[in-house]
């Protein structure tokens, strides 16, 4: 069989008008050389057309687009195609979900001599499944009429916990690669596993342990028995494929128990790594692990990004990986060794019976860390004399010994960053021409202790005689409002900005630029200017000079000047904004900038995102909208 091979970049099969993946190109780097919108005419941007997807509700989907066609989700997970000029249904395909999740998309693969296109889904609920590109018709021969199972094989003996894809599955020629989304806690269930499988027959061609099995590489970073049975590390984010090199590109998360190591002493590889593997055969070319022996919940949560570093006139195709905590790693794609110096450095203990935080933590020596990893006394919020008094009350109660300070049973600990970042799923984008990588970061903090389990739960905790129970739970990083915030009004409790857009030259290693991101109107009223907003959502660059980023908690759209960080043009969304925007050029000669906009009161999720969108004035519409900008 004849195989199609799908290159690094759109331009290469798709011609430059077209957003054919969820990251923009296979290299993940979200930009386009699209230019008919630019700095002189942005502001010139009106809704050109809006797509009611039925249901009400948020998720972090990016459409795609090829040859004039919009493929989309809703909430629920049913595949839409849109005309991509005006926004007409052309079909949809239900798959009736039995369990909603938050998802992010859906994939393409053009097909070849035998087959026609097919658009490649794949379910929170763990169905792998491909429909006609053309039709909507689900292709019938694939698997097992049609769907394949995705826990077969994987999550049998975890028929009660969560398992799967929350990201569309990478392309490579004829195979569909993907991972899973699985539970944190208990640290018994599903382990993490590449897969690949043929777009075709639905046939397994190859499988990655990402916690290896008894005789695999790695195996013996888990102390005798950590890697049995163990819940995760897993692969949520989206992947990303360098075709002429035979590359697909994995970001890991953590461990299963996120906050609790003491069962799997070791640096416990292939956690909060980024991994390279072999397109065709699932080997392993190379690591680079992030985190070593993860007990902060830092998993590597974004789309390793294809990059070009250029070192004394050379051009060094690279990788550039945002990590939770807010370092920036750029990588040689070929090898995984760092094209700008890692120093492993000392991070404090922790007083957990049992446990062993790893003595040194990888930190690039540029950039410098572009999320807060410790603040003093001095730093704290003084907004106010009532916030200044509160935080200042809940600092002196709190353990804070810096970077990677553990969660702790003595008393309750200030840990930076925050559970959700930093930097998430949304990842980075890439101008090739200015050689800068952009990224959005939340300035946000976690306090949590370390409890010991009721004794009823212990044995959930347990896999076997050899292996100890978990014996802890962290009180803290997921409730409301647990972070080190102001009781009253919510804001962190130390100096602003907490919400910023960063700009880092990829050559040199240096920060172009960093602007505070996002509005609080609040805080302004008060004359306290540039506080920036929490994001949860992504960028596009533009080759016409222009970075848009949506997502932030003002529910605003904005392009800004991506060479000097300046806002030249600014829109409010319906609804709040989670996913990252795209955009396309069609026939009709346009280039339509699209965003994934939820319902009014969809924005949130599990009180981690941003908050409720309120309807606009003289809006009736209660449902997910696609919204398409143009020029008049």
């Not at 700095?39 to 990016?62: R, S």
Request: proline share 9%; glycine share 12%; charged share 20%.
């Amino acid at each position: 069989m004849k195989l199609l091979l799908l290159g690094a970049l759109s331009i290469s099969l798709f011609g430059q008008t077209d957003w054919p993946v969820f990251l923009g190109d296979p290299g993940g780097t979200r930009h386009t050389p699209l230019t008919d919108i630019n700095k002189g005419n942005v502001a010139n941007l009106k809704v050109a057309w809006k797509a009611d997807l039925g249901v009400p509700g948020g998720a972090e989907v990016t459409p795609i687009e090829i040859g004039g066609v919009v493929y989309v989700t809703s909430p629920r997970q049913v595949v839409f195609a849109l005309d991509a000029a005006t926004g007409k249904e052309l079909w949809n395909y239900d798959p009736k979900l039995t369990k909603s999740s938050f998802h992010r998309g859906v994939s393409y693969w053009p097909g070849d001599k035998n087959n026609p296109a097919r658009v490649v889904a794949a379910t929170t609920d763990a169905r792998l499944y491909v429909l006609d590109a053309k039709t909507g018709k689900p292709v019938m021969s694939f698997g097992d009429n049609g769907v394949v199972n995705l826990r077969a094989g994987v999550a049998d003996k975890f028929p009660d916990s969560p398992y799967g894809p929350t990201s569309p599955p990478a392309i490579y020629r004829n195979l569909a690669i993907l991972s899973s989304q699985h539970q944190e806690g208990p640290a018994i269930g599903p382990s993490g596993t590449v897969r690949a499988f043929d777009l075709i027959t639905g046939k397994e061609a190859w499988r990655f342990h990402i916690v290896p099995q008894p005789g695999e590489a790695g195996n013996d970073t888990w102390g005798p028995d950590g890697w049995k049975d163990r819940s995760g590390p897993s692969s949520w984010p989206p992947m990303t494929v360098d075709a002429p090199r035979h590359m697909v590109f994995v970001a890991t998360g953590n461990p299963g128990d996120s906050f609790y190591g003491g069962d799997r002493p070791g640096t416990n590889l292939y956690a909060n790594c980024v991994l390279a593997l072999d397109a065709d055969t699932g080997k392993l070319k190379w690591y680079f692990q992030v985190v070593h022996h993860d007990i902060y919940d830092f998993d590597v949560p974004a789309a390793p990004s294809l990059i070009e570093v250029t070192r004394n006139g050379k051009k060094i195709p690279a990788v550039a990986q945002i990590a939770k905590h807010g370092l920036l790693f750029i990588l040689d794609r070929a090898t995984g060794k760092p094209l700008i110096d890692v120093e492993e450095r000392p991070v404090p203990k922790t007083d957990v019976p049992g446990e062993h935080a790893w003595p040194t933590q990888p930190f690039p020596v540029k950039p410098p860390p572009l999320a807060r990893l410790s603040v003093t006394e001095a730093e704290l919020n003084r907004t106010t004399p009532e916030t200044a008094a509160a935080c200042e009350a809940i600092f002196k109660t709190l353990k804070h010994d810096g970077p990677f300070t553990a969660y702790n049973t003595s008393q309750k600990s200030l840990v930076f960053t925050d559970t959700g970042g930093g930097a998430n799923w949304y990842g980075v984008s890439f101008d090739p021409k200015l050689g800068y990588v952009y990224v959005n970061i939340n300035q946000l903090a976690a306090v949590g202790q370390l409890i010991p389990r009721k004794p009823e739960e212990m044995i959930r905790y347990t896999a076997g005689p050899t292996r100890p129970a978990m014996p802890y739970t962290n009180d803290g990083p997921y409730t409301p409002r647990g972070g080190f915030n102001d009781p009253v009004t919510g804001r962190p409790c130390f100096q602003p900005p907490w919400g910023e857009l960063f700009a880092v030259n990829v050559n040199t290693g240096d920060i172009a630029w960093r602007v505070p991101l996002g509005t609080d109107e609040a805080m302004e009223a008060k004359g306290i200017m540039n506080t920036g907003t929490r994001s949860v959502a992504g960028s596009l660059v533009t080759a016409s000079g222009l970075l848009f980023i949506a997502g932030t908690a003002d529910r605003q759209l904005r392009a800004f000047d991506s060479a000097t960080g300046k806002v030249v043009w600014s829109t409010t969304t319906e609804g709040a904004v989670r996913s990252n925007p795209m955009t396309y050029k069609v026939k009709n000669g346009k280039q339509y900038l699209l965003v994934y906009s939820a319902s009014p009161g969809g924005g949130g999720r599990g009180g981690r995102g941003a908050p409720p969108a309120p309807a606009a004035a003289g809006a009736g519409n209660a449902n997910v909208q696609v919204i398409a900008y143009a020029l008049p």
